[in-house]
């Protein structure tokens, strides 16, 4: 069985799309290449955040439902999303960028061997920074933002799930979807918590899932400041083939494969709250726009180009822009 290639983008919500796009494009140093809308809510917009080429594995996206109430935060849930930075020099600069920006901010501190730094984004929206140690990239950092490129966001280290069972999570992660668990321990922030890391096709950055157990924790409710969903990376549709017919096999339903246009999506629950995307690395974003223009336009995929003057006149301008 082909092996799931890492993180391919993280989905989220905010309540302000010009307070999210100044704060991913200003402070975070991301590349906005595509705004659209979301294909199934045309009244939304669906912002994309990446490095310089639109990498799978960079993406940071988000539905504008302003209608949502905050996040509640809890278990059952997506609870952190973790970018790659190089180095300690580099946790060193975003922290003095964070506090220059007044976005607050943990200590740097350490989570299984790696230098972490924890913030929130202004809706609640929680990340964290992971020294990489130089691990090789296959996109390529924005240099159109004021961060230096050797201290730019580098893509997606892990995401962050917590669940109110850990040995339930494990065997859904390990004999399911063929994930390796490779550590389990006492989360270091709650020596009262369980944690876990869980790798696909040999782990590492932008290649691990790591989990928290929080079996006391209510469960979460999804609003602004919330992760809506996590998509991991297939190769291509016989791949992505490959898993539907898998995960029908053993009985998990299953969206059928959706045509997003810049890439192919499945999707799947494993819980109530926890919904997973496995999505392919093509075409990508330069489908429709020049690589140099990425994200300057609103874009739609062909089959929602006829609707274009009924979608802008239901869109709010982007004044941040």
Do not use: C
């Not at 297939?234 to 059928?256: F, H, K």
């Not at 929602?304 to 979608?311: M, N, S, T």
């Amino acid at each position: 069985m082909a092996q799931l290639h890492g993180l391919h983008h993280v989905t989220a919500v905010t309540g302000d799309v010009n307070i999210n796009y100044q704060f991913y494009t200003r402070v975070l140093g991301l590349r906005l290449v595509k705004r659209t809308v979301n294909q199934d809510d045309t009244s939304a917009y669906h912002l994309f955040y990446a490095d310089k080429l639109g990498s799978p594995g960079t993406d940071m996206t988000f539905f504008d439902w302003s209608m949502l109430p905050p996040n509640r935060r809890g278990t059952d849930s997506i609870v952190n999303t973790q970018f790659r930075v190089n180095g300690q020099a580099a946790l060193d600069y975003w922290v003095k960028r964070l506090d220059d920006h007044q976005v607050t901010h943990e200590p740097i501190s350490e989570f299984n061997g790696r230098a972490v730094l924890r913030f929130d984004d202004p809706e609640g929206q929680r990340l964290t920074l992971v020294d990489d140690g130089g691990a090789p990239i296959s996109g390529e950092v924005w240099d159109g933002a004021d961060v230096p490129v050797e201290m730019a966001l580098r893509g997606f280290y892990a995401v962050t799930l917590s669940v109110p069972d850990l040995n339930r999570m494990a065997l859904i992660l390990t004999r399911v979807l063929d994930f390796s668990e490779v550590d389990r321990f006492t989360h270091p922030a709650n020596p009262k918590l369980r944690a876990a890391v869980f790798a696909m096709d040999g782990g590492g950055a932008g290649k691990e899932v790591h989990v928290i157990e929080e079996p006391q924790a209510v469960y979460a409710q999804l609003g602004r400041g919330g992760v809506h969903h996590v998509a991991f990376r297939v190769t291509d549709d016989a791949e992505q083939v490959d898993w539907e017919e898998r995960l029908t096999r053993i009985g998990v339903p299953t969206s059928g494969q959706v045509d997003r246009f810049y890439f192919k999506s499945l999707y799947f629950r494993i819980s109530n709250g926890i919904l997973f995307e496995l999505a392919t690395d093509g075409p990508g974003f330069a489908a429709d726009e020049d690589p140099t223009a990425l994200g300057e336009r609103l874009a739609l995929p062909p089959f929602l180009e006829p609707q274009r003057a009924q979608i802008e006149a239901g869109l709010k301008p982007i004044t941040a822009l």
